[in-house]
């Protein structure tokens, strides 16, 4: 295949993780090194910027600046939820063609997407698009999502860090929760509306510590209230303090949320329909069931934006498949996304591949049931040694002031 | 003064922190050091493991130990919230006949608590008790709380690291609510009751980043929506993601709770009052006045917890002030705290101290008015010079299987 040269542009999409600008940085390192890009470009808020030409020329940053970028939480380009039109048809056709007339302004012959489900469909179409009208440049998407929800990789880099979060933030609730020696019941509600991914990694802190939440529901399987409390009931045979990890997601064996469920009735002040969420609404079950102390704790955005902890082996491995994406577009690769394939476990090795995008976009990986035990609350042993090498290692942070140091455009 | 020789008891009591382990290891340190002290025993869950007789022998703690408990999260020795009884007369003489009991049968010469106000109003009862009967004994309180509302010294062990946890963790959802361009509002909602000085934490970024949050409100002024407002539509002609720091405790000028306020209506699937907590009550009013994407988000106990990310100024604080409070009562102090005195900012200088205990227990520090801007809707410089010295530095953590080690009784 002969050599395409021109410039390049990378962006960001969706959801904000602690790995999405190491991957960032991934590839801008692989185009730097790179003889077939001349230029890369960072395209502010996604394809929102490609069409507004908000680009900026990236390729005079500095190892240092890179380094910093890589433990700097959140989409350094700003990001966006933008959707492409489903076909190249009639008015949808003008916004696939105002894209192309922006890499032709620009020279771009390679275009790096770094995101979830919606952002592999940007890449697919995009890649098909530049196809039938014959232009000749490489489209490849990067995966982020700290879900870990992506078909066909074996994880997606930004899952390792939130893993590590959600782990560590875990053990020190059970630390905490344990001080006292009063019946209490601690809710702690975890993202993923669909896989249970981010939840299961709650029970990580069992395979070193003397501690583990005594409850894991998944959304993978119907969540029972009866079911339910025989759980807790149980669970207080042993100790006073339960903890109890919760997917947002986790819904009846009818399809109804949790987190909706029980609110149906209730209203704020300004007469809106009071949707509180699943920990918040568990909180008031176990408080009607057993009249104990309860407490929720939603652990939010810091999920996705702590990057102050988070996992070295995801950092390297999220820079490891940016540059990876960009070298198998110089050779020739388009419409494909870079993967993880877990070559062994113990120890623990990972390669960088790449797939052909159509199989991935909009499809979603949840929690296989062998990984959940048979009753359905808690992950199996399975299911650790999955997650367990995702998390290890911490990388060196710059501190200024007491404060992790953050690089910014 | 005659050298009193006998053995000791430590305990510790209110809610965790990431740094009242370091002071007990101070505390231990201080009495393997000492030669006045025999035995130093822990009590377990406070005054009510003296009265139980749940004492743990420490004298065997090795180095290596009490370094891993400095940067345990929580109470290792367990918590409790007993309060004593106000006088010694007729039934209530009782407990603390009891409590001299379980000394007099350990030969117990020493008493340290490691705790809040609660635990410093434990601490000068059986001050005045002992010398009431003539017990020969040194009873010595040791500050802790996140809250830093204790009285007559500059600042308490624990809170430190706690704003430590909260400026970094908003700055952190700093960066990751600026990646969109879409119009929303961000409010996070920070412990402190009746002090804002953990809110005021989350200013910090402002000092080292390019990013801060647009309003902090504190307790200790009156809160008044329609500035608040004014405040959300004066911070929107500047940029599109307005973020908002908020303590749990504010209030209107009618003294009513923003976090009940609103939610006066509101009932739940159970028909119990609704209580969602101010971060909550705020998001539905931004809601309701500006139509636009409305987060809450309630850091929740890993603000008191997280010893992840301990403050090294801190912890070597904590540690300093527990062994200064078993030198000072070897040396014939008693019904005393240990204090902190700042003897200069710039380089931060601190001295340990004691100070008479009945002047602290039961008061609270608020944050200043002149540490607060004339708006209500900020702090002040004076503010942040007063809270970054006490963020500075990072311990040293170990780490197992990519968490982070903690030690167990």
Known sequence: MEKLIGNAIVGQSGGPTAAINATLSGVIKGALASDAITKIYGAQNGIEGVLARRLLDLSAMTEEELSLLETTPAAALGSCRKKLPADFEGKNRKIFEDIIEVFKEYDIRYFFYIGGNDSMDTVAKLSRFTKEIGYDMRVMGVPKTIDNDLAGTDHTPGYGSAA?????????????????????????????????????????????????????????????????????????????????????????????????????????????????????????????KFGCKVRSIELNLPQRCASHLSSKTDLDESVAIGSHAVRQATRGESGKMAIFTRVKNDPYEVCVDTADISGIANAVRSVPRAYINERGNNVTDECLSYIAPLIIGEPALVFEGGLPKHFSF
């Open 164 to 288: 590590k979060y959600i782990a560590t933030t875990m053990q020190e609730i059970l630390r905490d929760t344990a001080v006292y020696t009063v019946k209490a019941v601690t809710i702690v509600e975890i993202m993923g509306r669909d896989a249970g991914w981010l939840t299961a990694a709650a029970a990580l802190p069992s395979l070193f510590c003397n501690v583990k939440p005594d409850l894991v529901y998944l959304p993978e399987v119907a969540f029972d209230y009866e079911k339910f409390y025989e759980d807790v009931e149980k669970a207080f045979e042993t100790h006073p303090n339960v903890v109890i990890a919760v997917s947002e997601g986790i819904r009846t064996a009818e399809g109804v949320y949790v987190g909706e469920g029980t609110q149906s009735g209730a209203t704020d002040a300004f007469g809106h329909k009071y949707l509180s969420g699943t920990g918040k609404a568990l909180e008031i079950a176990v408080k009607e």
